[in-house]
């Protein structure tokens, strides 16, 4: 992000849909120079692993600052998922923490995760019961396999989600803050 960097392909796009940088021109976009600056003021590296969550963390927290559509969108989808189930049965396992993002929409008006929610409270289950369903029909087992791909071949995901959750903590019970960092180890 800085002058003289070189970022990889997968760093620009990353850092492009954070709408740090400008897609395409790689111009670091106003709100990239908050950040960078907010990450040197508070200490955090993005080139060390443990600063994940700090990173995210900091992001989120001036994205919603700064009004910036993409991070009340990614907070309101946060609050959605924990108004159905509390943030550890999200944070359980990769697959819950990302299915909901693929069965969250509609196709020819129909909702797949909009049904979950209304008649299990949102819950999705875990990869070996979709690997159940996919061995038991089918007609699932190649749309099911896609899916399972898609979710495995995520990443970061975790740590962006636990972030928003301390945000969450921090209005909404701040004496939880301590606790869960600790348990997280972050």
Not at 127 to 132: H, I, L, R, S, V
Not at 163 to 183: G, H, K
Request: aromatic share 8%; proline share 5%.
């Amino acid at each position: 992000m800085e002058a003289g960097r070189t970022l990889g392909a997968q760093a620009i796009s990353d850092v492009s849909g954070a709408a740090l940088i400008e897609r395409g021109t790689g111009v670091l976009l106003p709100f990239g120079q908050r950040m960078l600056d907010d990450w040197r003021r508070l200490g955090i590296s993005s080139s060390d692993t443990g600063f994940e969550v700090a990173l995210a963390t900091a992001l989120i927290r001036a994205g919603l600052d700064d009004q910036v559509p993409l991070y009340i969108e990614l907070y309101d989808r946060w609050l959605g998922l924990v108004a159905l189930q509390p943030a550890t049965y999200w944070l359980a396992s990769k697959w819950r923490l990302t299915l909901p993002e693929y069965l969250n929409q509609a196709r020819n008006g129909f909702n797949p995760f909009a049904v979950m929610a209304a008649t299990n409270g949102g819950q999705v289950g875990d990869k070996p019961e979709w690997d159940a369903w996919a061995a038991a029909d089918a007609a699932m087992a190649a749309p099911i396999g896609r899916l399972a791909d898609k979710v495995d071949s995520r990443r970061g995901r975790v740590e962006f989600c636990q972030a928003l959750e301390l945000i969450r903590l921090s209005e909404a019970d701040p004496d939880a803050l301590v606790p869960t960092i600790t348990t997280w180890s972050v």
